[in-house]
């Protein structure tokens, strides 16, 4: 399956433009799907599964223990994986002993890594030609991976993933992120210090990613979602849904 990528700093908008970007492009389906679809592949589909997981509450008691499946099933897989799965794998656990932070924030974010990995994996694996939206992907890692490393590390990592078929950066004034933030959580939070230096990241990813013949494109998220939508959707077109 194909993959969009949505990469910016936390509170730039991500989840709410994902949410309507799902409801527009056909074919499309959210990264939250995937733990379904991974445990279809290992037990065979059962639409009483498939119904129940359409329900909210279901799918907050089935996603966790079907996310755990799927991570342990991709990293048994990951150990026979191709090129460049085994160079990224292993500079991103040296990156990650490197970093500055504390170590169990650090513990944190490789968690939050290698349910990503797990996750890409996956819609690469999975027949069809249908869109996956990722507002937390193996892209967004790369400014996770940047709090406590230098630039050298970021731009090495990102010329190593595997590319998805569209990044969409976010950006918008950090200002308005802040108060985004703020609205979210008024005491504060550890997201607010890592607003400025994520935003120099987008310009390393949006050029490292092109770079490499990537598609890429950067939406302002000082406009309503509807607006990024089309923009994306455009775009999407016009590179013939290709990866």
């Not at 527009?24 to 991974?38: G, Q, Y």
């Not at 030609?129 to 992907?137: A, I, M, S």
């Not at 990241?201 to 089309?230: L, Y």
């Amino acid at each position: 399956m194909l993959r969009i990528e949505l990469v910016g700093p936390p509170g730039v908008g991500k989840t709410t433009l994902l949410r309507v970007l799902a409801d527009t492009l056909p074919d499309a389906m959210t990264a939250r799907r995937l733990p379904l679809l991974s445990h279809f592949e290992a037990k065979g589909h059962r639409r009483f599964t498939e119904w129940l997981y359409g329900r909210h509450a279901g799918e907050r008691w089935m996603r966790h223990r079907f996310e755990k499946a799927m991570v342990r099933w991709e990293l048994k897989r990951l150990r026979y994986a191709p090129d460049p799965w085994p160079d990224l794998l292993a500079s991103t656990i040296s990156a990650f002993a490197e970093s500055t932070e504390p170590p169990a924030l650090v513990l944190e974010r490789i968690q939050s890594f290698i349910r990503q990995v797990a996750a890409i994996r996956c819609a690469e694996r999975l027949p069809g030609h249908g869109v996956v939206l990722f507002d937390e992907g193996i892209v967004q890692r790369a400014i996770s991976l940047a709090e406590g490393n230098s630039d050298r590390v970021v731009e090495d990592y990102v010329n190593r993933m595997p590319l998805p078929s569209l990044t969409v950066v976010l950006t918008a004034p950090p200002e308005l992120i802040q108060e985004r933030l703020n609205a979210r959580d008024g005491e504060g939070n550890r997201f607010h210090s890592m607003v400025e230096r994520s935003l120099a990241v987008n310009d390393r990813i949006s050029h490292a990613i092109g770079h490499r013949a990537g598609n890429v494109i950067e939406v302002s998220m000082d406009q309503p979602a509807e607006r990024g939508v089309e923009v994306i959707s455009c775009y999407w077109f016009s590179i013939g849904r290709q990866a």
